[in-house]
C-alpha cells in the first residue's frame, strides 16, 4: 500500500493550504507549511512558512524563515531569512536575521534586522609561559 506522501506527491512539508481552499482561524505546526489560498488568522511555526503566487493571507507569521510568492497583509517574525518574490507583495513589518527583497517583489512597512545567534565573545589566552 503506497504511503500518504507518495499519493499526495509532497515531501517534507506538514501543511498544504491550496489555491481553491480558504481558511479562517489560527494555524499552529512544528513542520513547514505552504499557503497558495486564502488565510485570514495567525500562522505559526518552528518550520518554514511558504507563500504562494495565488496566496492572499491576512496573518501574523512567526516561522524560521518565511518565503512570500503572494500578498500578505501582516506582520512577519522569521528566526533565519524573510524573503520577497518577484511576485510576493507584503504590507506590514518584517523582522528577521535576514531580509531578501527580489526585483519586482513590494514591501511596505517597518524592517528590523536580527542577529540569528549571538556571537560569541573572543577567548582570551590566560596562561602565561
Do not use: W
Not at 107 to 112: E, I, L, T
Amino acid at each position: 500500500m503506497a504511503k500518504r506522501n507518495e499519493l499526495l506527491s509532497v515531501t517534507g512539508v506538514d501543511t498544504v493550504i491550496g489555491a481553491g481552499v480558504t481558511l479562517k482561524g489560527n494555524l499552529i505546526s512544528d513542520g513547514d507549511i505552504i499557503i497558495d489560498g486564502h488565510l485570514t488568522g495567525d500562522v505559526q511555526t518552528s518550520g518554514t512558512v511558504k507563500l504562494g503566487v495565488n496566496a492572499v493571507v491576512k496573518a501574523k507569521i512567526r516561522a524560521t524563515d518565511v518565503a512570500v510568492g503572494g500578498n500578505l497583509e501582516g506582520d512577519i517574525e522569521a528566526e533565519g531569512e524573510a524573503s520577497i518574490g518577484e511576485t510576493g507583495r507584503v504590507t506590514g513589518d518584517i523582522t528577521a536575521a535576514q531580509l531578501v527583497i527580489q526585483a519586482g517583489g513590494l514591501f511596505s512597512g517597518r524592517s528590523r534586522t536580527t542577529r540569528q545567534r549571538e556571537l560569541e565573545p573572543p577567548t582570551s589566552d590566560s596562561s602565561e609561559s
